[in-house]
């Protein structure tokens, strides 16, 4: 079976940092597009960020213009792992982040997460003083 397993979401004051990681098991992430969504209490789903296969495609990321300049996305093929460095953080980026993986390879998109078939089950972020 896939397994997708976020960690490393917690509390943190604004400014503040924190790596997110996304452990997949059952596929093999750099042959696929993956992406970090986001979702906070009375608001939809709002795609973060994605990274395009590196086997099949460019590996090119993509960034909410929200996020663009305080996050980066990253993989590690090694480790079967995706990360989301989270910088210079502010309240409105308290949400459950979830990780998210395409199984038919399609290009990494933010404007829909219809395509992502494997999601992980989400790790809180609180950004407070």
């Known amino acids: 079976q896939v397994h997708l397993v976020e960690s490393g979401g917690g509390l943190v004051h604004p400014g503040g940092s924190l790596t997110l990681s996304c452990s997949a098991s059952g596929l093999t992430l750099a042959r696929y597009s993956v992406a970090w969504f986001r979702r906070a209490p009375g608001k939809q789903r709002e795609g973060v960020s994605c990274?395009?296969?590196?086997?099949?495609?460019?590996?090119?990321?993509k960034y909410a213009d929200s996020v663009k300049g305080r996050f980066t996305i990253s993989r590690d093929a090694a480790k079967n792992t995706a990360y989301l460095q989270m910088n210079s953080l502010k309240s409105e980026d308290t949400s459950v982040y979830y990780c998210a993986v395409d199984p038919v390879q399609n290009g990494c998109g933010l404007a829909s997460f219809t395509t992502y078939g494997y999601w992980g089950q989400g790790t809180q972020v609180t950004v407070s003083s």
């Open positions: 990274i395009n296969s590196v086997t099949t495609s460019d590996g090119a990321t």
